[in-house]
């Protein structure tokens, strides 16, 4: 739920009030402890509108059950070169339960709060990726850290536990999406893809190890000249069925990009670089990859520029795979005009030439599909959309009040 505090009569006639977010919070940190730490940074007695929002944040979300027997023993507020105040608390009843000891609190800017508690990169970039929609929707994050203070005034390791996205309630800005429920789930993929996805997964594991074998047979009779049976045929059936279901399910996927009503399952959703929107969000998705993009991550409902360019080339090259295959199997046949015609990469190149063009595509594929893997499952950990578990169930997180850089009309489905 969004909370608004009111300003006092003399501040610009244009600003209602400060009006905060859903909290984000790391480690083992609960929503209404974050943002009782943040109502707790300031004086008993402050007036400040971000104060007074951080406060009635607790009364409504947690029943009134603002936490009682706070005393605020000091108070530093930021200053030039400390983007940050702190204060020292103690004695504060957490709306949850349990008594917290004697606490040093640091609320301020977030990348001055990450710095100061020294937050490994994981955690950075986890607070960076959710702070990202936030700014799109004129939010910025107020980031908490505290330490246990001892009685000799030395405090323990500074522990990051979150941030609070606030923003000024100004008339006309269009009315804040209410963070009751932190993400919605909206139907991406459709079950035809889905299905098409990991029957490519199994028939690229097929044929890799039957293509595999046939290229360097690693088990199996030894060729002593006595009867060695039928193994290597039927590892040939084996990797030519699969070959040409591959090619059948190729087909329908082709049918898909140009007549299939999900639009993310069309060819545009595919094609790269369409003018220089996309070019700027390529950059920035790449920034983003490499943990050096600071604000203003794109977010995409379906796939981002970086993965359209990996996805067309994947596609390209599976169209090479196709040609030095069909090339490769109508060698025996070479009587027919068919597959005379598909033996036409013979014409530039020897037959082991390519034997080992074919066999490097299979590599090249596998690489593809481990760093495939390792980026659904990197950006399931900071972006916690459910890139991974949408090939199964079809859906995407995406937090509230988010406009996605390839569906500007997300904002409407979210709110």
């Not at 030039?80 to 608390?89: A, N």
């Not at 508690?117 to 929609?133: D, F, I």
Request: overall charge positive; aromatic content about 12%.
């Amino acid at each position: 739920m969004t909370h608004v505090a009111q300003a006092s009569d003399d501040t610009d006639t244009r600003m209602d009030g400060i009006q905060v977010g859903q909290p984000v919070i790391v480690g083992r940190t609960t929503a209404s402890r974050l943002m009782t730490l943040a109502a707790a940074s300031g004086p008993a007695d402050s007036t400040d509108p971000v104060d007074l929002a951080l406060r009635a944040a607790v009364d409504v979300e947690f029943g009134g059950e603002r936490p009682g027997r706070i005393i605020v023993e000091d108070f530093t507020p930021p200053m030039e070169g400390q983007l940050y105040s702190i204060t020292d608390v103690r004695s504060m009843q957490y709306p949850d339960g349990p008594v917290a000891p004697r606490l040093r609190i640091y609320r301020g800017d977030l990348d001055a709060v990450l710095k100061l508690a020294k937050a490994g990169p994981e955690t950075r970039a986890y607070l960076k990726q959710n702070a990202a929609p936030s700014y799109r929707v004129g939010y910025r994050p107020l980031g908490v850290a505290t330490a246990e203070l001892n009685w000799d005034g030395s405090t323990s390791p500074i522990r990051m536990q979150g941030y609070v996205p606030l923003r000024a309630a100004m008339k006309g800005l269009r009315p804040a999406v209410s963070q009751t429920d932190e993400f919605v789930r909206i139907p991406v993929w459709h079950p035809t893809l889905r299905v098409l996805h990991w029957l490519n997964v199994l028939l690229i594991t097929i044929m890799t190890v039957t293509g595999y074998y046939i290229a360097n047979p690693f088990f199996g009779p030894e060729p002593t000249g006595a009867d060695s049976g039928y193994l290597m045929g039927w590892i040939r059936m084996i990797h030519f069925i699969a070959a040409f279901a591959w090619i059948a399910m190729s087909i329908v996927r082709l049918f898909m990009l140009f007549f299939s009503r999900n639009k993310l399952a069309r060819w545009p959703a595919l094609w790269p670089l369409k003018n220089k929107h996309d070019l700027r969000n390529l950059w920035k998705t790449i920034k983003a990859y490499l943990f050096i993009q600071r604000h203003e991550v794109p977010v995409f409902l379906g796939h981002n520029p970086l993965q359209q360019i990996a996805y067309t080339a994947v596609y390209g090259i599976a169209v090479l795979q196709v040609m030095t295959g069909l090339a490769l199997f109508g060698l025996y046949n070479m009587t027919s005009p068919v597959w005379r015609f598909f033996a036409w990469p013979l014409m530039f190149m020897s037959i082991p030439d390519l034997r080992l063009v074919h066999t490097v595509i299979m590599i090249v594929f596998w690489v593809f599909l481990v760093i495939h893997l390792y980026l659904a499952i990197r950006a399931d950990c900071l972006e916690r959309h459910g890139g991974l578990s949408s090939m199964f169930n079809g859906g995407v997180w995406i937090r509230k009040g988010t406009i996605t850089a390839d569906d500007p009309r997300t904002f409407e489905h979210l709110t």
